[in-house]
């Protein structure tokens, strides 16, 4: 994946709290969790999300650190995404909403622009208080999405995914597939509290995934706002199996098998590797969102 060395990057679509620490005191836990759909959810722990450090405290990310807002001092151009994983995710969320801008005044519609949080270890949020251990995710309730930038190498690590830089790109427009749901007004059906193989749930993980895919066959032809010219200048078919491979590597029999030693579909909520696989490359084939109807 390479980005156009000249383009500006467009950080206001990036808050950057890392370094930030909550105010001390013990999380209440309990009822805070509203809608929060995340790229795994704690499966592997076993464990519901409130024992996974989600809790309703209202308290805000206090700034501690001077290091605060990295990505608006260091991520200026294409060439800054070329060299620093920090600058690829914001050319990766600018790339996803450039393209879903686009697709949705071809549609006659409008995109709402969603900002991406850059935390490390906790951050409050309208859907409550997470840490990174429930990895990336996308809160309706706020409408943005959450990334612990340590999660992609975990991946790797923890989740034995080949890694590389286009299985972020798959992992960020993942979570913006979440929100062009909310904003299509889709979400609220995973919300029918099931699980396993059929559920809203799993549906609606599967077409998030196929968003993904579309905008990953969008990527290098959509033209970037500020030169005009595509911000993503070449994506490979090695790119593609690094996104592929990230995917099924965060499939629900995946990472049950590693976590749990056996495998269990009707405790499934995001699919199976080959169903995440599937879904993506049916949208990267099509590059047409009516063609990611998984609830069908
Ligand atoms: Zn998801």
Known sequence: MQFDDDA?????????VRGSRLPGGRATIGGG???????????????????????SGGDQAAPTSSSLAQVQQSCRTGRDANTRYDCRAVAVVNSVQDYWTQEFRRRGRTYTPSSTVLFSDRIGTACGTATSAVGPFYCPGDRKVYLDLGFFDELRSKFGASGGPFAQAYVIAHEYGHH????????????????????GSVRTELQADCYAGVWAR???TTPDESTGRPLITSL????????LDAAAAVGDDRIQERFQGRVTPETWT???ALQRQQWFQQGYRTGD???CDTFR
């Open 8 to 16: 500006n990057l467009d950080t206001s679509e990036v808050q950057d």
């Open 33 to 55: 969790i509203v809608g929060l759909v995340a790229l795994l959810l704690g499966l592997f722990f076993g464990v519901g999300p409130d024992q996974l450090g989600l809790s």
């Open 180 to 199: 062009v749901q909310d904003l299509l007004g889709v979400l609220g059906r995973s919300q029918d509290g099931l699980t396993g193989e059929n559920s």
């Open 218 to 220: 969008h990527a290098t």
């Open 236 to 243: 490979t078919a090695a790119d593609i199996r690094d996104g």
């Open 270 to 272: 995001h699919g199976s």
């Open 289 to 291: 969102m009516a063609r």
